[in-house]
């Protein structure tokens, strides 16, 4: 039986040049207002709960450090900071795949691929840690400069339009009086 591909049936038609543009420009935006220190600020960070294991896990792990930074570093050079955050809930929990897919539709190709790297590779406990961290620092960013954390690819500005007809900078002389 052919698979139906739900992320397409989900989301309405849109320009989806003109939102994958939105997330260039967030993610510059990003890295704009980024501060040293936010980092150390997202640290403090708990995991929700139900998640105590991971924090175990992590205590247990004499290597934690070296993974995370690894990981980070990882996130950082494919610039997934954004993808990251979007595809967290307010917690930091990784959400379902339809519930990712639908959040990141836009987003541009590349980044889904490496964001399927991060989930498929990153050791749990690290990936629990790393989703937490890089969403609070994205949203501790967004939320210094705009007044809100919250960002969606739809309600971006829109990219200012080339005028169709611009105003005459001729100004005819009178010759009548």
Known sequence: MPRIDLDRLLM???????FEQSWW???SAYWKRRR???DRTAKCAMLAEGLERMEQRREKDRRFQEKYDEWRWFVSTEELELLVEQSTDEAGC????????MRTYTAPGEW???MRVLLEEAPKHVLAHLLLWTAVEVRIA???ITGSAHWRPHEADPPEPEPAFRASKFKPRSYGR
């Open 12 to 18: 309405p038609p849109m320009n989806e040049g003109l």
């Open 112 to 114: 889904h691929f490496a």
């Open 142 to 144: 967004r939320a210094r």
């Open 94 to 101: 990784l959400l379902r795949h339809e519930l990712r897919m």
């Open 36 to 38: 040293e220190g936010d």
């Open 25 to 27: 420009n967030e993610c």
